[in-house]
């Protein structure tokens, strides 16, 4: 947080994307510490998510990314979390359910400047705030877009954004001179608040950064870049688990499902209990390797729900018990991160991290740094 707030104006509020369970790292508690570091408001994707939130008591705004079904709006009204809205159907459902209710909602216009998602075109926009302003049930208390490409630096990608962002502002003069408050405005995510500083505004909706990691191409191309204003970032989660037994095996001996892999020599195969049932998914195997004791050691064989091989060689002094990291940060002495896996497995860090299951414990650890 402290590094994403170098990158912002000290006018602009932050949106921490906690959706799937906050990019798997725990909602609840990515959001407690986000809020107790400065954020403004939290944002999920399911009414679900932001249920979560209100039962462990947190009182923030929060958005809801992805449109409800008609069977939740009264459970959002009840929670009064903030929709993103964008055609007049659903605007005139909300309005009808919240007077019912006897409340006011707040809502952000979503207007769909080119990510083909979802959004109202820039021209219909004005007319939705027109309509939003006279719904006595609802109240426009923001309007935002979301961009496709700022995590790219290809000049095609940089063009696409500031058209996006200038398609964005003109729709937003338009409902300015039709007298309308606009209320707050936002559309930067993380790629956009590291490239895009004027598209900043009156907030920035991070997700990804605030989990140590940066977007897209920006990984290869920012980081370690001598730029004094690039945020110093470390991955916020690490996967560790304990060598659970080591068996010493002949030449020959074949490892786990389907014998895909033979000891070339005798070894050590420690056994590792992760597996794809805890999200480090069977096709990562191929490359992956985990970090004991500062080395690294391949994983040998298919990767099973529950458990998976190392290759530990014959004189890796690693005993059972010992402290075993699949991906962290170099901090805590990781030599992988989920970016590393995401590059090995093409796909980006967010599926690493949001992949892994419920059934690992969330263990939260103070900053050493600090
Ligand atoms: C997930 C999401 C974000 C955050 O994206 P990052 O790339 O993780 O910063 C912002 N806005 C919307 C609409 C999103 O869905």
Redesign the pocket.
Known sequence: MEEIKKCIGSNTKICV?V?ADG?GHGAYEVSQTALAAGAHCL?V?AVSEGRELREAGISADILV?SLPTPQEIPELLGLKLIP?VFDAEFIHMLNVKALEAGTVLDVHLKIDTGMGRIGCTPADAPILAGLLSSSEGLNLAGI?T?FSSS?SLREEDINFTHMQFDRFMQAVSLIKDAGINPGMLHCA???A?LLYPETHLDMV??????YGYY?GDLAQSLQGSSHDSRPVLEPVMELCTQVSAIMHVMPGTPISYGHTWKAPSETDIGIIPCGYGDGILRRYGKKLCVTIGGRPYPIVGRICMDQCMIDLGTDSGVKRWDRVSIFGPASAGSLFSAEDIARDNDTIP?EIICGINKRVPRIIVQSTSA
Do not use: M
């Open positions: 994307a959706k990019y944002a994707s990314l993103l935002c979301h995590d995510n993380s790629g608040v909706r991070c997700g990804l950064l605030a977007p967010y």
